[in-house]
């Protein structure tokens, strides 16, 4: 990628130019703005957890076939198989219906994982989840995996209240550490449903929810 350099978007046609901003990660812009309602400013984080998987996995578009609707998933691997999974990389704060609206549109035909980068901006308090970090006072195993419950440290509940309803399987990057946040489903046997602000994690590696995202030796409930 140089300076002025011009290609094609793949999923509209419309004209990309190279963007290389000196405190930022390179990347295409479209010239009349992008065709994807849901593209978000990506850095150093975004494109970390991209090269983890294959460039034929990365950005690719998906099409509603009844309404034309488009979008890009970050990462789909497993295509046309029983076991495709879309991956949406999170770092900024997303509203409940945007959330909802997602999971509704990749969840058609596939399985979808979020994963929801923890940091230290203010909508993802860092030091709110921290806090909430509790791996001795109750375990609860289910499949073979030990969860731990626990509660939100932080005055408001509303993030993790949000992800806890999700439909799709959540997971936290914080500072590196995978954990896998029980959605309702899990939950119910894990003793829950949990009250506001308890929630349920199982701690894995990075290799193991990339062998995951991949299908293998992962049997999440579908």
């Not at 290389?20 to 975004?46: A, F, I, M, Q, Y």
């Not at 909508?123 to 609860?140: I, Q, V, W």
Request: glycine residues 8%; proline residues 3%.
């Amino acid at each position: 990628m140089n300076k002025g350099e011009r290609a094609i978007c793949p999923d509209c046609g419309a004209t990309l130019l190279a963007v290389l901003p000196v405190e930022n990660v390179k990347h295409w812009r479209h010239k009349g703005g992008d065709c994807d309602t849901w593209s978000e400013p990506e850095g150093e984080w975004h494109l970390w957890w991209k090269e983890r998987f294959d460039l034929d996995c990365r950005e690719i578009g998906l099409t509603d076939k009844d309404n034309g609707e488009r979008h890009r998933a970050d990462i789909l691997c497993g295509a046309n198989t029983p076991l495709a999974t879309i991956l949406e990389l999170q770092h900024s704060n997303i509203s409940e219906e945007e959330r909802l609206s997602r999971e509704k549109f990749y969840s058609r035909n596939h399985r979808m994982f979020w994963l929801v980068h923890i940091h230290s901006d203010t909508s993802f308090n860092e030091f709110s989840f921290y806090s909430s970090l509790d791996f001795e006072s109750r375990p609860r195993v289910y499949d073979g995996r030990t969860f731990h419950v626990m509660r939100w440290g932080g005055r408001s509940k509303q993030f993790i209240e949000k992800w806890k309803r999700s439909s799709t399987h959540v997971f936290f990057d914080y500072k590196g550490y995978i954990f896998y946040l029980a959605n309702e489903q899990v939950s119910k046997y894990l003793g829950g449903p949990f009250g506001r602000g308890e929630f349920a994690l199982y701690n894995l590696t990075p290799m193991e929810f990339i062998n995951a995202v991949h299908g293998h030796k992962a049997n999440l409930e579908s």
